[in-house]
Nanobody
């Protein structure tokens, strides 16, 4: 049974940092392309980052580039999203998702193209 569990969300002040985790069971994350998405109230779900399983290349949305870093820990079957310099625009529910390794990050930002999803973890940035 495939399961993805996000954790690490919480309340932070503007400029603060959080590290989100996506722990997988029922599949080996290293064999799949993994993408982080986020969705704020009233907004569409948007792609945040994507780790291409084909070559390890990491892609980021322009809005988070230079502030967020995605990485893998294969021993823990876990993918991370380190988020720095958080601002109000980063407040959202963050999800991890796995996709077809042969597609890599081609469908980055398109939720319908991703196969398995976690339940999400809430990130709140105080004002």
């Amino acid at each position: 049974q495939v399961q993805l569990v996000e954790s690490g969300g919480g309340l932070v002040q503007p400029g603060g940092s959080l590290r989100l985790s996506c722990a997988a069971s029922g599949l080996i994350l290293d064999d799949y392309t993994v993408s982080w998405f986020r969705q704020a109230p009233g907004k569409k779900r948007e792609g945040v980052s994507c780790i291409d399983s084909r070559d390890g290349t990491v892609y980021y949305a322009d809005s988070v580039k230079g502030r967020f870093t995605s990485s893998r820990d294969n021993a823990k079957n876990t993918v991370y999203l380190q988020m720095n310099s958080l601002n109000a625009e980063d407040a959202a529910v963050y999800y991890c998702a796995t996709g077809n390794p042969f597609l890599g990050c081609t469908p980055f930002g398109v939720p319908e193209e991703w196969d398995f999803w976690g339940q999400g973890t809430q990130v709140t940035v105080s004002s």
